[in-house]
Structure formats: C-alpha cells, structure tokens
C-alpha cells in the first residue's frame, strides 16, 4: 500500500516568504507527528495530531510556524516569514500501534 | 529532556559489534529505535515498554532498564546494510503520543 507521502520535496524561498508544507499520511492512521531535521541533527518534534481532539503544539518553535489536519487526514504545515534558521528537512509521519512511519520529507531552504 | 545518545559515531568492520546506548534524565515509559540511511525516511526498528526487557531485529537486539532510564542497542555480527544513523526516541508521557529523538549516532560498516 502506499506510504506517507509529502510535498514538495524541495522547497526554495526567500527569506520574509510564507511557505506551505503537504503530508498525505497513511490511509487510517489517525495519528499524524511533524518534524525537522536539521543537517546533521536529530528528530525535533513540532506539533502531534489525534484524531479530533485538539493537536499537541508543544514543539512549534514560534508562532510564525502552524499546522492543521483537514479532514482527519492530509496535514499541512504552514512557516510565516521564513527566516534562514528555518532551513532543514521537515518530516511527518503517520501511526499505527507503536510504530511511525515517516514520510521523504520536504527539504526547505532559506535564502 | 532530550535523551543522550552515545556514542555520536562509529567505525565497523563487517562482522564487528557494536553497542549504542541511550540514556533520559526522566522518567521513561518506554523507548523507541529507529533507524535512518543516508537521504532516506527514518524507519522503526523496535520500541521497549517495560524495564528489563529486550526485543530483537535481526542481529540487533535491545534493552530497557526502567530504573536506570536508559536502552542499549546491540548491533551483532554487524552487515554493511546496518550502515546508517541509530536514533532513540523516548516517550515521557505514557501514551506513545510524542517522541522525543536523540541527536543519532552515526554507524558506518565497512567491508
């Protein structure tokens, strides 16, 4: 079946510019989990949805960063004002069980 | 709250093993291995839900001592596929909501 998928993958912008990141999770899966992954660095967490209730925005590093999940389905990550420390690999993944699935990711750039 | 992942790199020969430790300043309900190859999505390897406890995947093996806060991963009779970057997320809020990944600790097997 297929995976998570994301768009785009590659995303160049000006700094000052809005962008909009698109993650299709897995059929069913309820629980969708952004992430970024700057070079070299780890998994940063940056906001959980579950279902209906209301999403776990704990990880968003400003309020220019958002998120929402239409439908209980396709998420989209929205960054205001890109700056250039937001260049990095953002990740969503989908749930089932224990077990993430991560989706290609979509490398952002910042110039 | 980010758990620490040591060592941040390793060199194999193939067939050498090698151990990869996590260790949280929190309390842990359970943690998580993933795995993730150059340019690639990450990918589950094996979660530990209680302390002592040890799973398997493949010739990696893991373990989870509650008391201690920490997991090992045991990579044995190591293949040039197991090359790639070893993340542990942990889970300090019971419900396997939201990961919180380590920095990755490099692997590298040579023939």
């Known amino acids: 079946g297929a995976g998570v998928s994301q768009s785009p993958s590659n995303k160049v912008t000006e700094k000052g510019k809005d962008v909009e990141l698109r993650c299709d999770p897995i059929?069913?899966?309820?629980?969708l989990y952004w992430y970024r992954q700057s070079l070299g660095q780890g998994l940063e967490f940056l906001i959980y949805?579950?279902?209906?209730?209301?999403?776990?925005k704990s990880g968003l590093p400003s309020d220019r960063f958002s998120a929402e999940r239409t439908g209980g389905s396709v998420s989209t990550l929205t960054i205001q004002r890109t700056q250039q420390e937001d260049s990095a690999v953002y990740l969503c993944?989908?749930?089932?069980?224990?077990?993430?699935?991560f989706g290609p990711g979509t490398r952002l750039t910042v110039l | 709250q980010q758990p620490v992942q040591s060592p941040q790199a390793v060199i194999l020969r193939e067939g050498e093993d090698a151990v990869i430790n996590c260790s949280s300043s929190?309390?842990?309900?359970?943690v998580h291995w993933y795995r993730q190859k150059h340019g690639e999505a990450p990918v589950f390897l094996m979660i530990?839900?209680?302390?002592?406890e040890q799973k398997g995947h493949e010739k990696i093996s893991a373990s989870f001592n509650e008391k201690k806060q920490q997991s090992s991963l045991y990579l044995t009779a190591s293949q040039l596929s197991y090359s790639g970057t070893y993340f542990c997320?942990?889970?300090?809020?019971?419900?396997?909501?939201?990961?919180?990944f380590g920095a990755g600790t490099r692997l590298a097997v040579h023939p």
């Open positions: 949805f579950q279902g209906n209730s209301a999403p776990d």
């Open positions: 530990l839900l209680k302390g002592g």
């Open positions: 059929s069913g899966h309820t629980a």
């Open positions: 997320g942990t889970d300090l809020s019971g419900g396997y909501n939201k990961l919180i």
């Open positions: 993944a989908s749930k089932r069980g224990n077990e993430q699935f």
């Open positions: 929190k309390a842990l309900y359970s």
